[in-house]
Protein backbone atom coordinates (compact mmCIF):
# COMPACT_ATOMS: atom_id res chain seq x y z
CA UNK A 1 0.00 0.00 0.00
CA UNK A 2 0.93 3.70 -1.16
CA UNK A 3 1.91 6.13 1.46
CA UNK A 4 1.37 9.96 1.16
CA UNK A 5 4.03 11.47 1.61
CA UNK A 6 4.06 15.36 2.19
CA UNK A 7 6.27 17.18 3.40
CA UNK A 8 5.31 21.13 4.96
CA UNK A 9 6.34 23.28 1.99
CA UNK A 10 4.84 20.45 -0.29
CA UNK A 11 1.92 20.46 1.68
CA UNK A 12 1.78 24.34 1.40
CA UNK A 13 3.00 24.53 -2.17
CA UNK A 14 -0.12 22.46 -2.80
CA UNK A 15 -3.05 24.17 -0.97
CA UNK A 16 -1.69 27.56 -2.99
CA UNK A 17 -2.12 25.41 -6.53
CA UNK A 18 -5.45 24.34 -5.56
CA UNK A 19 -6.55 27.61 -4.55
CA UNK A 20 -5.14 29.62 -7.69
CA UNK A 21 -6.62 26.40 -10.04
CA UNK A 22 -9.94 28.06 -10.32
CA UNK A 23 -8.58 31.36 -11.32
CA UNK A 24 -6.97 29.84 -14.16
CA UNK A 25 -10.08 27.69 -15.44
CA UNK A 26 -12.99 29.35 -15.98
CA UNK A 27 -15.60 27.35 -16.41
CA UNK A 28 -14.93 26.05 -12.54
CA UNK A 29 -15.07 29.37 -11.52
CA UNK A 30 -18.36 29.68 -8.91
CA UNK A 31 -19.32 30.95 -5.25
CA UNK A 32 -18.18 27.59 -4.05
CA UNK A 33 -14.79 27.75 -5.93
CA UNK A 34 -13.94 31.13 -4.83
CA UNK A 35 -14.57 29.81 -1.40
CA UNK A 36 -12.47 27.19 -1.51
CA UNK A 37 -9.71 29.28 -3.09
CA UNK A 38 -9.77 31.16 0.02
CA UNK A 39 -9.39 28.24 2.74
CA UNK A 40 -7.06 26.74 0.58
CA UNK A 41 -4.67 29.48 -0.06
CA UNK A 42 -4.90 30.97 3.96
CA UNK A 43 -3.86 27.32 4.90
CA UNK A 44 -1.07 27.25 2.27
CA UNK A 45 0.08 30.59 3.20
CA UNK A 46 0.58 29.40 6.77
CA UNK A 47 2.21 26.39 6.00
CA UNK A 48 4.92 28.55 3.70
CA UNK A 49 5.20 31.03 6.49
CA UNK A 50 6.07 27.95 9.27
CA UNK A 51 8.09 26.52 6.93
CA UNK A 52 10.40 29.57 6.81
CA UNK A 53 10.35 29.67 10.54
CA UNK A 54 10.88 26.02 10.88
CA UNK A 55 14.28 26.86 8.39
CA UNK A 56 15.78 29.26 11.01
CA UNK A 57 14.95 26.28 13.65
CA UNK A 58 12.39 23.38 13.96
CA UNK A 59 11.21 24.03 17.73
CA UNK A 60 9.80 27.59 16.51
CA UNK A 61 7.17 26.44 14.56
CA UNK A 62 5.79 24.99 18.52
CA UNK A 63 3.11 27.12 19.66
CA UNK A 64 4.52 26.47 23.43
CA UNK A 65 8.83 26.18 22.97
CA UNK A 66 9.03 24.65 26.03
CA UNK A 67 7.25 21.91 24.58
CA UNK A 68 9.41 20.98 21.48
CA UNK A 69 10.03 17.57 21.44
CA UNK A 70 11.29 15.55 18.21
CA UNK A 71 9.30 13.27 18.42
CA UNK A 72 6.06 14.78 18.64
CA UNK A 73 7.26 17.12 15.08
CA UNK A 74 7.38 13.77 13.51
CA UNK A 75 4.10 12.30 14.46
CA UNK A 76 2.62 15.98 13.97
CA UNK A 77 1.51 15.33 17.54
CA UNK A 78 1.34 19.51 18.88
CA UNK A 79 -0.06 22.52 18.74
CA UNK A 80 1.50 24.33 15.68
CA UNK A 81 2.18 28.42 16.29
CA UNK A 82 -0.37 30.50 15.93
CA UNK A 83 -0.52 33.35 12.88
CA UNK A 84 0.69 36.04 15.15
CA UNK A 85 3.00 35.01 17.36
CA UNK A 86 4.40 33.02 14.14
CA UNK A 87 4.47 36.25 12.49
CA UNK A 88 6.58 37.82 15.22
CA UNK A 89 8.61 35.34 15.53
CA UNK A 90 9.83 35.40 11.89
CA UNK A 91 10.28 39.21 12.16
CA UNK A 92 12.22 38.89 15.36
CA UNK A 93 13.99 35.99 15.51
CA UNK A 94 14.13 35.25 11.86
CA UNK A 95 14.52 39.06 10.72
CA UNK A 96 12.07 38.08 7.84
CA UNK A 97 10.22 40.90 6.89
CA UNK A 98 6.06 40.24 6.50
CA UNK A 99 3.25 42.57 5.28
CA UNK A 100 0.68 40.88 7.31
CA UNK A 101 -2.67 43.38 6.08
CA UNK A 102 -3.46 40.89 3.95
CA UNK A 103 -2.97 37.73 4.75
CA UNK A 104 -5.23 39.08 7.92
CA UNK A 105 -7.67 40.35 5.63
CA UNK A 106 -8.01 36.99 4.07
CA UNK A 107 -8.01 35.36 7.78
CA UNK A 108 -11.06 37.46 7.96
CA UNK A 109 -13.04 36.22 4.88
CA UNK A 110 -11.69 32.79 5.84
CA UNK A 111 -13.08 32.77 9.27
CA UNK A 112 -16.26 33.84 7.64
CA UNK A 113 -16.62 31.11 4.88
CA UNK A 114 -15.78 29.06 7.62
CA UNK A 115 -17.55 29.43 10.92
CA UNK A 116 -20.41 31.84 9.85
CA UNK A 117 -21.85 32.79 6.59
CA UNK A 118 -21.25 35.22 3.32
CA UNK A 119 -22.42 38.22 1.66
CA UNK A 120 -19.22 39.57 -0.74
CA UNK A 121 -18.99 41.32 -3.60
CA UNK A 122 -16.88 38.72 -6.09
CA UNK A 123 -14.23 41.63 -6.87
CA UNK A 124 -13.62 41.87 -3.58
CA UNK A 125 -13.20 38.68 -2.54
CA UNK A 126 -10.58 38.26 -5.94
CA UNK A 127 -9.15 41.78 -4.82
CA UNK A 128 -8.39 39.98 -0.82
CA UNK A 129 -7.10 37.19 -2.99
CA UNK A 130 -4.94 38.87 -5.08
CA UNK A 131 -3.20 41.20 -2.32
CA UNK A 132 -2.44 37.90 -0.36
CA UNK A 133 -1.31 35.94 -3.35
CA UNK A 134 1.22 38.98 -4.31
CA UNK A 135 2.44 38.82 -0.74
CA UNK A 136 3.15 35.39 -1.12
CA UNK A 137 4.79 35.20 -4.36
CA UNK A 138 7.12 37.83 -2.59
CA UNK A 139 7.88 35.77 0.21
CA UNK A 140 8.62 32.86 -1.35
CA UNK A 141 10.98 34.59 -3.81
CA UNK A 142 13.01 36.28 -1.14
CA UNK A 143 12.78 33.33 1.71
CA UNK A 144 11.97 30.18 0.32
CA UNK A 145 12.86 29.66 -3.17
CA UNK A 146 16.58 29.73 -3.09
CA UNK A 147 17.00 26.69 -0.45
CA UNK A 148 13.39 24.28 -2.40
CA UNK A 149 13.80 21.48 -5.01
CA UNK A 150 13.47 21.86 -8.50
CA UNK A 151 10.58 20.31 -8.20
CA UNK A 152 9.25 22.83 -5.77
CA UNK A 153 10.46 25.29 -7.26
CA UNK A 154 8.70 24.45 -10.73
CA UNK A 155 5.59 24.26 -8.31
CA UNK A 156 5.25 27.64 -7.67
CA UNK A 157 6.10 28.25 -11.03
CA UNK A 158 3.05 27.13 -12.16
CA UNK A 159 1.49 29.20 -9.14
CA UNK A 160 3.13 32.44 -10.54
CA UNK A 161 1.45 31.63 -13.92
CA UNK A 162 -1.98 31.53 -12.83
CA UNK A 163 -1.29 34.16 -10.47
CA UNK A 164 -0.18 36.85 -13.44
CA UNK A 165 -3.05 35.40 -15.62
CA UNK A 166 -5.55 36.31 -12.76
CA UNK A 167 -6.73 39.60 -13.74
CA UNK A 168 -7.22 41.31 -10.33
CA UNK A 169 -3.55 40.38 -9.97
CA UNK A 170 -2.37 41.98 -12.76
CA UNK A 171 -4.41 45.49 -11.65
CA UNK A 172 -3.03 45.04 -8.42
CA UNK A 173 0.74 44.94 -9.55
CA UNK A 174 0.02 47.99 -12.13
CA UNK A 175 -1.62 50.14 -9.20
CA UNK A 176 1.49 49.14 -7.06
CA UNK A 177 3.82 50.57 -9.05
CA UNK A 178 2.14 53.11 -11.16
CA UNK A 179 3.76 55.60 -9.74
CA UNK A 180 7.17 54.70 -11.00
CA UNK A 181 5.11 53.67 -14.53
CA UNK A 182 3.76 57.42 -15.01
CA UNK A 183 7.59 58.57 -14.00
CA UNK A 184 9.24 56.32 -16.83
CA UNK A 185 6.48 57.30 -19.36
CA UNK A 186 6.66 61.25 -18.57
CA UNK A 187 10.42 61.54 -18.33
CA UNK A 188 10.73 59.33 -21.66
CA UNK A 189 13.09 57.32 -20.17
CA UNK A 190 11.50 53.95 -20.95
CA UNK A 191 8.57 52.47 -23.19
CA UNK A 192 5.32 49.77 -21.63
CA UNK A 193 5.39 47.14 -24.10
CA UNK A 194 4.11 44.03 -23.99
CA UNK A 195 5.27 41.61 -21.07
CA UNK A 196 7.04 38.12 -23.42
CA UNK A 197 6.26 36.13 -19.98
CA UNK A 198 3.13 37.01 -19.29
CA UNK A 199 1.75 39.22 -21.74
CA UNK A 200 0.71 41.86 -19.86
CA UNK A 201 1.33 45.37 -21.14
CA UNK A 202 3.45 45.68 -18.19
CA UNK A 203 6.87 45.78 -19.04
CA UNK A 204 9.42 48.67 -19.41
CA UNK A 205 12.38 48.77 -21.59
CA UNK A 206 14.67 51.61 -20.61
CA UNK A 207 16.20 53.63 -23.31
CA UNK A 208 19.39 53.33 -21.28
CA UNK A 209 20.76 50.13 -22.38
CA UNK A 210 22.35 49.56 -19.45
CA UNK A 211 19.35 49.16 -17.41
CA UNK A 212 17.43 46.03 -17.14
CA UNK A 213 13.99 45.74 -18.56
CA UNK A 214 11.57 44.55 -16.27
CA UNK A 215 7.95 43.60 -15.65
CA UNK A 216 5.83 45.02 -13.21
CA UNK A 217 3.62 42.39 -13.04
CA UNK A 218 4.99 38.82 -13.30
CA UNK A 219 8.95 40.49 -12.00
CA UNK A 220 10.42 38.81 -15.57
CA UNK A 221 13.81 40.29 -16.78
CA UNK A 222 15.77 40.51 -19.51
CA UNK A 223 18.56 42.76 -21.19
CA UNK A 224 17.24 44.53 -23.85
CA UNK A 225 19.81 43.19 -26.28
CA UNK A 226 18.54 39.63 -24.83
CA UNK A 227 14.95 40.83 -25.26
CA UNK A 228 15.74 42.15 -28.50
CA UNK A 229 17.20 39.04 -29.76
CA UNK A 230 14.65 36.88 -28.50
CA UNK A 231 12.41 38.98 -30.83
CA UNK A 232 13.73 38.31 -33.72
CA UNK A 233 14.32 34.73 -32.96
CA UNK A 234 10.51 34.68 -32.86
CA UNK A 235 9.19 36.40 -35.94
CA UNK A 236 11.97 34.34 -37.81
CA UNK A 237 10.01 31.39 -36.31
CA UNK A 238 6.77 32.37 -37.46
CA UNK A 239 8.63 33.30 -40.75
CA UNK A 240 9.16 30.30 -41.69
CA UNK A 241 5.93 28.56 -41.07
CA UNK A 242 6.72 26.94 -37.60
CA UNK A 243 4.08 28.82 -35.97
CA UNK A 244 0.17 28.77 -35.60
CA UNK A 245 0.82 32.36 -36.70
CA UNK A 246 2.63 32.22 -39.46
CA UNK A 247 -0.45 32.39 -41.81
CA UNK A 248 -1.37 35.76 -40.24
CA UNK A 249 2.23 37.25 -39.68
CA UNK A 250 2.82 40.39 -42.05
CA UNK A 251 6.74 41.61 -42.87
CA UNK A 252 7.43 45.08 -41.35
CA UNK A 253 10.33 47.45 -41.82
CA UNK A 254 12.25 46.93 -38.89
CA UNK A 255 14.37 50.18 -39.61
CA UNK A 256 13.81 53.02 -37.50
CA UNK A 257 12.90 55.96 -39.29
CA UNK A 258 14.18 58.27 -36.57
CA UNK A 259 17.27 56.81 -35.84
CA UNK A 260 17.54 54.63 -38.35
CA UNK A 261 18.71 51.15 -36.39
CA UNK A 262 17.32 47.82 -36.88
CA UNK A 263 15.04 48.04 -33.43
CA UNK A 264 12.14 48.72 -34.79
CA UNK A 265 9.23 46.40 -33.41
CA UNK A 266 5.97 45.75 -33.54
CA UNK A 267 2.81 44.84 -31.07
CA UNK A 268 -0.18 43.91 -32.75
CA UNK A 269 -2.39 45.14 -29.18
CA UNK A 270 -5.83 43.86 -30.74
CA UNK A 271 -7.02 43.24 -33.81
CA UNK A 272 -8.20 47.07 -34.05
CA UNK A 273 -4.85 48.21 -32.84
CA UNK A 274 -0.98 47.90 -34.11
CA UNK A 275 2.17 49.65 -32.45
CA UNK A 276 5.58 49.95 -34.07
CA UNK A 277 7.97 51.07 -31.16
CA UNK A 278 12.03 51.57 -31.79
CA UNK A 279 13.76 50.55 -28.75
CA UNK A 280 16.48 52.63 -29.14
CA UNK A 281 14.98 56.14 -29.03
CA UNK A 282 11.73 54.93 -28.29
CA UNK A 283 9.95 56.66 -31.48
CA UNK A 284 6.63 55.26 -31.61
CA UNK A 285 3.68 54.89 -34.10
CA UNK A 286 -0.14 53.73 -33.35
CA UNK A 287 -1.93 52.42 -35.96
CA UNK A 288 -5.50 51.55 -35.90
CA UNK A 289 -7.33 49.13 -38.41
CA UNK A 290 -8.22 51.66 -40.51
CA UNK A 291 -5.09 53.90 -40.79
CA UNK A 292 -3.10 50.71 -40.84
CA UNK A 293 -4.33 49.60 -43.94
CA UNK A 294 -3.83 53.12 -45.63
CA UNK A 295 -0.07 52.70 -44.36
CA UNK A 296 0.32 49.60 -46.15
CA UNK A 297 -1.82 50.90 -49.37
CA UNK A 298 0.41 53.86 -49.43
CA UNK A 299 3.31 51.53 -49.48
CA UNK A 300 1.71 49.79 -52.35
CA UNK A 301 0.96 52.89 -53.84
CA UNK A 302 4.80 54.09 -53.63
CA UNK A 303 6.28 50.41 -54.85
CA UNK A 304 3.69 50.50 -57.90
CA UNK A 305 4.43 54.41 -58.19
CA UNK A 306 8.53 53.33 -59.79
CA UNK A 307 7.66 50.79 -61.98
CA UNK A 308 4.42 52.74 -64.03
CA UNK A 309 3.67 55.96 -65.34
CA UNK A 310 0.72 58.08 -63.83
CA UNK A 311 -1.70 56.78 -66.55
CA UNK A 312 -0.84 53.01 -65.90
CA UNK A 313 -0.93 53.35 -62.00
CA UNK A 314 -3.94 54.73 -62.28
CA UNK A 315 -5.57 51.95 -64.52
CA UNK A 316 -4.25 49.65 -61.96
CA UNK A 317 -5.53 51.52 -59.19
CA UNK A 318 -9.03 51.66 -60.23
CA UNK A 319 -9.23 47.91 -60.11
CA UNK A 320 -7.82 47.31 -56.75
CA UNK A 321 -10.09 50.88 -54.99
CA UNK A 322 -12.93 52.95 -55.35
CA UNK A 323 -12.69 56.23 -56.51
CA UNK A 324 -12.90 57.78 -52.95
CA UNK A 325 -10.04 55.06 -51.66
CA UNK A 326 -8.01 56.49 -54.54
CA UNK A 327 -8.19 60.11 -53.91
CA UNK A 328 -7.54 59.61 -50.37
CA UNK A 329 -4.42 57.88 -50.99
CA UNK A 330 -3.45 60.32 -53.93
CA UNK A 331 -3.99 62.75 -50.91
CA UNK A 332 -2.01 61.56 -48.53
CA UNK A 333 0.88 60.44 -50.80
CA UNK A 334 0.88 64.16 -51.56
CA UNK A 335 0.57 65.15 -47.91
CA UNK A 336 3.59 62.59 -46.80
CA UNK A 337 5.48 63.91 -49.65
CA UNK A 338 4.06 67.46 -50.22
CA UNK A 339 4.26 66.75 -53.90
CA UNK A 340 1.83 67.43 -56.67
CA UNK A 341 -0.65 64.18 -56.79
CA UNK A 342 -1.06 62.68 -59.82
Known amino acids: MKNIVLNLLENGLDYIYEAVEPIFVAHKQSQHSWKYSVLHLYSGIQLLLKERLRREH ?64 QNKCEEILAAALDETIQFWEHNLEAD ?23 KQRLEKFQKAINGIVKNRSGVIVFCP ?32 KNIRE ?36 SYELTIYCCLNCLHEEKFTIENQVRFENADWYERLEKAHTNKELLKIMAEKFTVEEIFQILQERKESTNEPAA
Open 234 to 269: YEEHIKGGESLFSDSYKPYDTTCSTCKKNTRVRYDV
Open 197 to 228: DCHSQSFVVFKDDEKTCKCFVCGSKYQKDIYL
Open 148 to 170: STNEQKEKFKSIKFIATGFEAYR
Open 58 to 121: WSLIFQDINSADLAKLEKGNFVSVYHDELVRRLQNIANVTVNDEPIKNLRDLRNRFEHFEINIA
